[in-house]
């Protein structure tokens, strides 16, 4: 792959951090229940990624200490996760693997 020919262990989408955090959140409570699989689990993640603005970061800082306007940024984006979390989940439920 190319991308192996590349430094790029510190490149990463922030906004995965915060569609785990809210797919571990509904996945403890009462508002929704799945299959907890890695299957289903990967698969709610990549749609509602697949739905949601990228928000990248190529700096240790910025994942380990982020700056007052990143967090305030990924602060406002947390309800827009939600909503795409909570809709992949309706969809990898519609459309289990078997």
């Given at each position: 792959m190319f991308k192996?020919?590349?430094?790029?262990?510190?490149?990463?989408?922030?906004?995965?951090?915060?569609?785990?955090?809210?797919?571990?959140?509904?996945?403890?409570?009462v508002l929704k229940k799945m299959s907890d699989s890695p299957i289903a689990i990967q698969d709610v993640a990549a749609i509602a990624l697949n739905n949601l603005p990228p928000r990248y970061c190529s700096s240790i800082l910025d994942k380990n200490q982020p700056r007052p306007q990143l967090l305030k940024e990924l602060e406002n984006y947390k309800p827009?996760?939600?909503?795409?979390v909570l809709e992949a989940i309706d969809i990898v439920e519609a459309n289990p693997h078997h």
């Open positions: 192996d020919k590349f430094q790029h262990d510190d490149l990463e989408n922030l906004m995965e951090e915060l569609v785990f955090e809210q797919l571990d959140a509904i996945l403890h409570s827009l996760v939600h909503d795409k």
